[in-house]
């Protein structure tokens, strides 16, 4: 038998194993996909930042050994990130409140890293705002606005709350941030990950599926 | 193209594949899923790939391999020195999936684009990162090895 046959017969051989098993389908449901590329994707991205920040303490690996080891990926730390800019608390129901300082310039980077942390899949721009068409639907039960607290002073920045185990499978949030005179816009939806188109171009303030959250009051 | 696309037309395959490779049903099928699971994590690089499904089947193959190590590691296997596919989720083509399991990583992988997957020789080189040449190799020695594995093989091209 010459290599050409003995390849052919082999070739044969695997098609008709293959083709035998054509009732095998796979289960596993998309969302589970999703959830588990999440939490793998969050755990990697803890993991990068304590190694770039040195703070690979023996205390820190033992919590983060918990957390591998729970495999879940629904377990989720309580804390607060404080910038100058914007201010992350994360909840134990896996919620975040996000707090932006509109008289601040905002780092995109540091905010989608610690939105990634708390397993907020994002993608934050700074002079440009992306969107998708079609839209995905669920914004509104993504991210809901905060009332303003009371006796909080006369300026109140703005609030949002933002629930990740709402955001559809294959979906990211898109926060496109503008500098204005003396303040800062920032606009936020849902886009299909690696579906989407960005424009330098605000969007308008009252624009459907689309949140803006901005200060007037703050900028004066 | 999106993920959730790619995963309802691509899963069935990868699936298939995985499991001719391991001989174990759950067994496929979890490593699919974790193939998949990272796929959707580079959703960005990978959706540009000329053959994504290939990518998946790859990283659920190393993954079944980098398991079978650490288990080695933690269990003394006595004489099985390979990840062992059968048990009661064995499917009717355990033997192809049993020879296919004796073969070393890089030759199952070549074996499993270039005949399972219908991959040309240029693109698995690519996908492998080796060189044409080294894919036909690796083939010509795992058709041997299988052929050798599996003797109804050549039975069957004496009766042609």
């Given amino acids: ?173 898109s926060f496109g941030n503008f500098q204005a005179a003396g303040s800062q816009q920032t606009s936020l939806t849902l886009v299909s990950t690696g579906s989407y188109t960005c424009t330098s171009t605000p969007p308008a303030l009252a624009t459907p599926g689309i949140i803006t959250l901005t200060n007037s009051q703050a900028a004066q | ?42 959703w960005r690089k990978v959706r540009h790939l000329q053959v994504p499904q290939a990518w998946v089947v790859r990283v659920a193959l190393n993954v079944n391999v980098s398991r079978w190590r650490r288990h080695r590691r933690e269990v003394a296997l006595g004489s099985h020195d390979r990840p062992a596919p059968a048990g009661q989720d064995a499917v009717m083509s355990g033997e192809v999936a049993a020879a296919l399991g004796r073969l070393p990583l890089r030759q199952r992988e070549v074996v499993t684009l270039r005949l399972l997957l219908d991959l040309d020789t240029e693109t698995t080189a690519r996908i492998l990162g080796i060189a044409p040449g080294t894919v036909s190799a690796h083939l010509h020695k795992a058709v041997a090895a299988l052929r050798s594995a599996i003797p109804r093989l050549d039975d069957q091209e004496v009766r042609k």
């Fill in chain 2, 1 to 42: 193209m999106e993920f959730s696309e790619f995963y309802e037309s691509a899963r069935d395959e990868c699936l298939r594949v995985v499991l001719l490779n391991v001989g174990d049903r759950l067994l496929a099928e979890e490593l699919v899923a974790e193939g998949f699971a990272r796929a959707w994590m580079s």
């Fill in chain 1, 1 to 173: 038998m010459n290599d050409d046959t003995a390849l052919g017969t082999v070739r044969e051989s695997l098609a008709t194993a293959r083709d035998s098993l054509t009732g095998v389908q796979m289960r596993t449901p998309l969302d589970s996909i999703v959830r588990n590329g999440r939490a793998a994707r969050r755990r990697h991205r803890l993991l990068a930042l304590m190694i770039s920040t040195g703070a690979v303490a023996a205390v820190a690996v033992a919590a983060l050994a918990v957390g591998l080891t729970g495999g879940t990926g629904s377990a989720h730390r309580a804390g607060t990130i404080r910038t100058a800019a914007f201010i992350l608390v994360s909840h134990s129901d896996g919620t975040a409140t996000l707090t932006i300082n509109p008289l601040v310039l905002l780092d995109p980077g540091t905010l989608q890293s610690d939105l990634d942390q708390d397993g907020i899949p994002a993608m934050v721009t700074t002079g440009s705002f992306c969107s998708s068409e079609p839209q995905p639907a669920g914004l509104s039960d993504v991210v809901s606005s905060e009332p303003t607290p009371s006796g909080s002073g006369p300026v109140a920045d703005p609030t949002i709350t933002i629930d990740p185990a709402a955001m559809p499978a294959g979906t990211e949030l």
